[in-house]
Each structure stands twice: as structure tokens, then as C-alpha cells.
């Protein structure tokens, strides 16, 4: 398997990006992975890169955006935060990444069990990750049931996963309004711009629109 070129980049659709990972994250859920030769990549891919996927996902150990997709060198940008939300930074990465370097999709991938979205449940308060932590925070106040306090922690993981979600949902909503130079993309039809939850214990990724 080959890293992708110019020419293969330009070939893909935002569907066929879209498809593209789909298939991917088949083959890693029944161990059928395309064999690479990744140092020959390496090769092939220190005169440029051409990616055809974006991924926003979260830094947790168990969620990489490469291998979960079945995707070798040169075939992916990968953004990671905890948490998977976005800034001025990130943003700007999407739009580098979107407009300049060609990418058909853009996912924003949140997981089950997020150690960030437990976090937040639980108003978590420690140095410098209280800045992050107050950022997902809004996810948690979006998700109105369960109404008892009680069971608005990290013990409940369905509470948990539902604010995981929304949090996906409203970085969605927050790419298309801060940065119109992807909304562009996307209304043009140059640009898919999708959410996904990754369940941890199964290997599946679900996509959804947001």
C-alpha cells in the first residue's frame, strides 16, 4: 500500500474520504489491516504529503486516529487534545490543513469513557488543566438529563458518553462559526465536515452529522 499522491488526493470526494475511513475503521474492527511497508512510505513521502483526511480526536492512549482508520504515513492530519475541542490554534491547523493542503473530510472524534469529559462531569480543578477542564464544561450543562446531581458525575457513564457526544456536537458548531473559511469549504461542497464517537471496548466508530 502505497502513500497517497497529488494525484490520488485529487481524485478523493468528501464522500470518498468519508468512505475511505469507514472502510478503514472495518478493516482494524476485523483485523483485516492493509499491509504497508512503512519505512518505504517514509520514502515517499519526504518530497510532500498529501492527506485526504482531518481528525480531531482526543490524546487518550487508546484512541489513534491512524489506527483505528487502517491509515499509513502521509495519509492523515492528526490533531490531538483532550477533550477534542477546538481553539484559535486548532482551528487554524484545520484550515491549514483543509484549504492549503487539500483534505476532503473533517472529523471531530470524541470517545466513550473520556478521562476529559469525566472530568467535567465532576468540575475537576487542577492547575492548569482547570482551563481545559472549563472549556467542555458547557457540553455537561447541554445535557439536561439525568436532572439529579447525583447521577451527573463520572460514575454514570451513560451521563458520561451523552456529554462525550454533545461535546462532539458542539465543535462542530463551533468550527462553522468561527472559522468561515471551512464553513466555505463545506457549502461549497469542497469539504465534509462530520462527528464520530469511538467506542473503546468495541473498536467501532460511529459517524453522525452535527
Do not use: W
Not at 498529501?50 to 481528525?55: E, G, L, N
Not at 489506527?67 to 491549514?96: C, H, K, P, T, Y
Amino acid at each position: 500500500m502505497k502513500a497517497h499522491t497529488k494525484e490520488t488526493q485529487a481524485l478523493m470526494t468528501p464522500e470518498g474520504a468519508l468512505i475511505a475511513l469507514q472502510e478503514g475503521n472495518e478493516r482494524f474492527v476485523t483485523s483485516k489491516m492493509l499491509k504497508r511497508d512503512l519505512n518505504s512510505q517514509v520514502v515517499e513521502t519526504a518530497s510532500g504529503q498529501y492527506p485526504f483526511a482531518t481528525v480531531l480526536h482526543c490524546i487518550d492512549s487508546r484512541v489513534s486516529a491512524e489506527l483505528i482508520f487502517d491509515q499509513g504515513i502521509g495519509d492523515l492530519f492528526s490533531i490531538r487534545i483532550a477533550g477534542n475541542f477546538v481553539n484559535e490554534d486548532i482551528l487554524g491547523s484545520m484550515e491549514f490543513a483543509c484549504k492549503l493542503a487539500g483534505t476532503r473530510v473533517l472529523v471531530v472524534l470524541g470517545h466513550t469513557a473520556c478521562g476529559a469529559v469525566k472530568g467535567a462531569c465532576d468540575h475537576a480543578r487542577l492547575g492548569n488543566l482547570t482551563a481545559l477542564i472549563n472549556k467542555i464544561e458547557p457540553a455537561v450543562e447541554a445535557v439536561t438529563e439525568p436532572k439529579e446531581e447525583v447521577s451527573r458525575t463520572s460514575k454514570n457513564i451513560d451521563f458520561v458518553n451523552e456529554v462525550a457526544k454533545k461535546n462532539v456536537e458542539m465543535t462542530l458548531n463551533t468550527i462553522r462559526k468561527d472559522s468561515p473559511v471551512l464553513k466555505d469549504l463545506e457549502d461549497n461542497g469542497e469539504l465534509q465536515i462530520i462527528g464520530g464517537m469511538y467506542n473503546i471496548s468495541s473498536g467501532v466508530v460511529e459517524f453522525y452529522e452535527g
